[in-house]
């Protein structure tokens, strides 16, 4: 098992920056990759961006493509997601997704395991 615990959430204005942290613990092994999703009221869970073990390969949605960065430290078994130039369309829960074979987490189907989320507001 592996668990996940997101932090880093709150409440920012319109062009204001955010830091999101999931850290894994548990039967992680060494070779993962880890992703960010997040769900909007209302809508489907959406993929936000994703990271290779080794940090060597990431890949983002369109709509935060530039604005954010994903980040991995695997000496502490944790991603980051920086945020920068938020947009109130960028309102929802986070969840930081684990995949255990190294596969980009690119779908909900792909990860293994979910963290609880972590809510960003963001106002206009």
């Known amino acids: 098992q592996v668990q996940l615990i997101e932090s880093g959430g709150g409440l920012v204005q319109a062009g204001g920056s955010l830091r999101l942290s999931c850290a894994a613990s548990g039967r992680t092994g060494s070779n993962y990759a880890m992703g960010w999703f997040r769900q909007a009221p209302g809508k489907e869970r959406e993929f936000v961006a994703t990271i290779s073990s080794s940090g060597a390969r990431t890949y983002y949605a369109n709509s935060v493509q530039g604005r954010f960065t994903i980040s991995k430290d695997n000496t502490k078994n944790t991603v980051y997601l920086q945020m920068n130039g938020l947009k109130s369309e960028d309102t929802a829960v986070y969840y930081c997704?684990?995949?255990?074979?190294?596969?980009?987490?690119?779908?909900?189907?792909?990860?293994?395991?979910w963290g609880q989320g972590t809510q960003v507001t963001v106002s206009s």
């Open positions: 997704a684990f995949n255990e074979h190294n596969i980009l987490v690119v779908t909900i189907r792909s990860a293994d395991y």
